[in-house]
């Protein structure tokens, strides 16, 4: 089921109510309530800043689900002045439905984007076909091209070079070893700038740099949908206040609504027997003692439907207004103890809350509550 339905009012709403819950925290480097600038990133965007000078392009990777923030506003002026290609990562996270508007508003823009997969070779190879094309003109005269790879952190930047890096050596076996991109789950983990060659005749590099976030983020919203896509570490901002917006979020829109009508045979609690095996990798998922003859999978796929459950019966039973911040804010303390009967998380645990949004949150990135596209797309003036 596609998740992404969004409007103005649902977002206003959002943000008030954890505004009102969490307080104005702030986002930004000087310590304060957050800090969540590390000292690399500084030395980062200087370098990166400094090599924008003599790259030939640049591919800047966004997260799908939050292809406007997750842009690096403070890189904005020196990108608009390059050759750019906007490669939107993680689109099996986003929904199909709301990422074509996406791919128009762009469009409309004259912005050269292209939702990919960085680990589908054919995603990846669409991508390298735009950059040729945007290269060509270059190609003629110049023996050398330099392509940077740019992004905030944990968009897939390492992910994408990979893939590059292995589409590369079939096309051009003879060349020196290369070593591969670090991919990590957490954000920050390329705290480098390495290039790699990825073509001859004309030598074409790629730079992989560090993800590196702006100095401060003046609104809320926009850093917690930065920390609920993991481009912010959770113990910086908090599991808990990431899933307290989550929660917000899918209230106000009406999600758990509309997991009634996508999938009425399992939210009736009707087992579901996958037609075939796939490795989630959720490990955070897995229980400790696990009932007997019950595959991993079929375990997840059962922690999501009971997930679902408690959201849609939650909301639907909910007599007050979720755009009433406090309204909301009582819907989303009875959601997480729903949330942990069904997490099957023990009613003592001192740590329950952070127990539930840590596995909550794992369903939400690796997509088991959906496609998702958390940033609303911006109004295209049509006017002549």
């Known amino acids: 089921m596609a998740i992404g339905r969004s409007s103005s009012s649902s977002s206003s709403a959002a943000k008030a109510a954890v505004k009102k819950a969490l307080g104005e925290m702030g986002f930004n480097s000087s310590g304060g309530a957050i800090n969540w600038f590390p000292g690399h990133m500084a030395a980062a965007t200087r370098a990166i800043r400094d090599r924008l000078k003599v790259s030939d392009l640049v591919i800047e ?41 996406w ?37 003629s005269r110049e023996p050398t091209l330099l392509v940077m790879v740019v992004g905030v952190p944990n968009v897939g930047k390492s992910a994408l070079i990979n893939s590059i ?41 790629v ?6 976030l702006v100095p401060s983020i003046p609104d809320i919203e926009t850093g917690l949908k930065l920390a609920l896509a993991g481009s912010v570490k959770d113990s910086v901002v908090g599991e808990e206040r990431i899933a307290q917006y989550l929660l917000a979020v899918l209230n106000t829109r009406g999600t758990p609504l509309h997991w009634k009508h996508s999938n009425n045979r399992r939210m009736e609690g009707i087992r579901y027997e996958p037609e075939e095996k796939h490795d989630y990798n959720l490990k955070d998922l897995r229980p400790k003692k696990k009932p007997p003859n019950v595959s991993d999978v079929l375990y997840i796929e059962d922690m999501v439907t009971e997930v679902q459950r408690a959201l849609y019966f939650s909301l639907s039973e909910f007599d007050g207004d979720v755009e009433n911040e406090n309204d909301l804010e009582c819907l989303i303390e009875q959601q997480f103890e729903a949330l942990q009967k069904a997490l099957r998380i023990p009613h003592k645990a001192s740590e329950a809350h952070i127990m539930v949004s840590k596995k909550f949150l794992t369903l939400f990135r690796t997509g088991k509550l959906g496609p998702f596209i958390l940033d609303d797309v911006p109004a295209v003036n049509t006017a002549s």
């Open 165 to 205: 890096h292995r589409i590369a050596s079939s096309r051009f076996p003879v060349q020196e070893k290369i070593k591969r991109a670090t991919v990590g789950p957490l954000p920050g983990v390329t705290q480098d700038i390495a290039g790699f060659k990825i073509a001859h005749h004309p030598s074409i590099y």
């Open 61 to 101: 990777v966004r997260d799908s689900r939050i292809p406007l923030s997750s842009v690096n506003a403070d890189l904005q002026p020196h990108l608009s002045k390059k050759r750019r290609v906007i490669a939107l990562t993680k689109k099996d996270l986003a929904n199909p439905n709301v990422m074509h508007k």
């Open 103 to 139: 791919t128009h508003y762009f469009d409309s823009r004259n912005q050269d984007c292209l939702p990919i997969n960085a680990h589908s070779k054919s995603s990846v190879k669409k991508l390298l076909d735009l950059v040729e094309v945007k290269l060509k003109e270059v190609i």
């Open 207 to 212: 730079l992989d740099t560090p993800g590196v």
